[in-house]
């Protein structure tokens, strides 16, 4: 496997539900990204992951539980949803976390969630 | 904070022509960078080419050029010789250039993105 990769693509949960997003870079990056793709809307930043560390949290709802256990790997634990958390969340990966040149964020092809 | 417009929903080009994507941007900001990504029915976001503010050349990768005007906030995307395998939908993007202790260095912005066709 190389670059980002995000398990499942697609899920289907219900509000009662507790379910996992996986996202592991084979990149060698040290900050991981969670985003939210909303149809119509533009890409929203929910979660910034430093050295395993959270840096920002973008006043994302505590039904939302990020867990980062290493460089590699990124989670996104989901429980007692809504109909409106239906989206496809996106995970990326950099070098770094400051603005520079050589910390561009790389991709995962992304789970659609949809939210009964 | 930093906004990103696109005002082009959708776009269609012909195979082999050459169609330009708008991407304008609100930033009082002198040092950042801009970004283009490409997002195919496959949804995996590809970084199709980038530009530093500083730099007064516009950047070229390929086909893909830009044409970024400091001055007017303006970051266009030029796509010579569309092919197929181009339609997807594209999304300009910005990120501050460096700051130890603002989060915003850390977040892309991205535009409401334009949904690319290309007609055989």
């Known amino acids: 496997e190389t670059g980002v990769t995000q398990t499942p693509r697609h899920l289907v949960m219900g509000m009662t539900n507790k379910k996992s997003l996986k996202c592991e870079q084979h990149?060698?990056?040290?900050?991981m990204y969670w985003y939210k793709q909303s149809a119509k809307k533009p890409l929203e930043l929910m979660f910034v992951y430093s050295l395993e560390e959270r840096v920002e949290n973008n006043s994302v709802p505590s039904r939302f539980s990020p867990e980062c256990p290493n460089s590699s790997h990124l989670f996104l634990h989901l429980h007692t949803l809504q109909p409106e958390d239906s989206a496809l969340y996106l995970c990326?990966?950099?070098?770094?976390?400051?603005?520079?040149?050589?910390?561009?964020?790389?991709f995962g092809p992304g789970t659609r969630l949809t939210v009964l | 904070a930093q906004t990103v417009t696109q005002s082009q929903p959708e776009m269609s080009v012909q195979e082999a022509e050459t169609v330009t994507l708008s991407c304008t941007y609100d930033?009082?900001?002198?040092?950042?960078?801009l970004f283009w990504y490409k997002q195919p029915p496959s949804r995996q976001m590809i970084l199709v080419i980038r530009?530093?503010?500083?730099?007064?050349q516009n950047a070229t990768e390929n086909r893909f050029s830009v044409n970024f005007q400091k001055a007017a906030k303006s970051f266009s995307l030029k796509i010579s010789d569309s092919q197929l395998g181009d339609a997807a939908m594209y999304f300009c993007?910005?990120?501050?250039?460096?700051?130890?202790?603002?989060?915003?260095?850390?977040?892309?912005?991205f535009g409401s993105g334009t949904q690319l066709t290309v007609l055989p």
């Open positions: 930033t009082s900001e002198s040092d950042y960078y």
């Open positions: 990326a990966s950099s070098q770094g976390i400051a603005g520079g040149k050589y910390n561009e964020q790389f």
């Open positions: 530009q530093e503010a500083y730099k007064q």
């Open positions: 993007a910005y990120r501050s250039f460096y700051s130890p202790t603002s989060g915003s260095a850390r977040q892309l912005t």
């Open positions: 990149l060698g990056h040290n900050a």
